[in-house]
Nanobody, 127 residues
């Protein structure tokens, strides 16, 4: 079992930066691929970024590539999402997700592939 708690959301202006954090409980965090998803009102939850167990591989949605950076610290059981140049369309509830994977070479990208989810943190971007 892995429990995830997000933090760091808030209200920012267009062009601002924000850093989201996700704290994980459980001894097997380093066996989990981790990801961030987001869901805006009236829209489906969408993939934002993911990171392999070791942190050696990262993946991004095209809409955030070059602006968002996902990272993890397996010693601290945390995964972060650094967001810069925020746009109004980035506004959403951001969810941290994790899933046990058998290899560092596989990092899920789809919502249904992730077993563990946090409660979400709201990001609001004013124009």
């Amino acid at each position: 079992q892995v429990q995830l708690v997000e933090s760091g959301g808030g209200l920012v202006q267009t062009g601002d930066s924000l850093r989201l954090s996700c704290a994980a409980s459980g001894r097997t965090f380093s066996s989990c691929a981790m990801a961030w998803f987001r869901q805006a009102p009236g829209k489906e939850r969408e993939f934002v970024a993911s990171i392999s167990r070791s942190g050696s591989s990262t993946y991004y949605a095209d809409s955030v590539k070059g602006r968002f950076t996902i990272s993890r610290d397996n010693a601290k059981n945390t995964v972060n999402l650094q967001m810069i140049s925020l746009k109004p369309e980035d506004a959403a509830v951001y969810y941290c997700a994790g899933d046990y994977v058998g290899t560092d070479s596989y990092t899920p990208l789809a919502t249904y592939e992730y077993e563990y989810w946090g409660q979400g943190t709201q990001v609001t971007v004013s124009s």
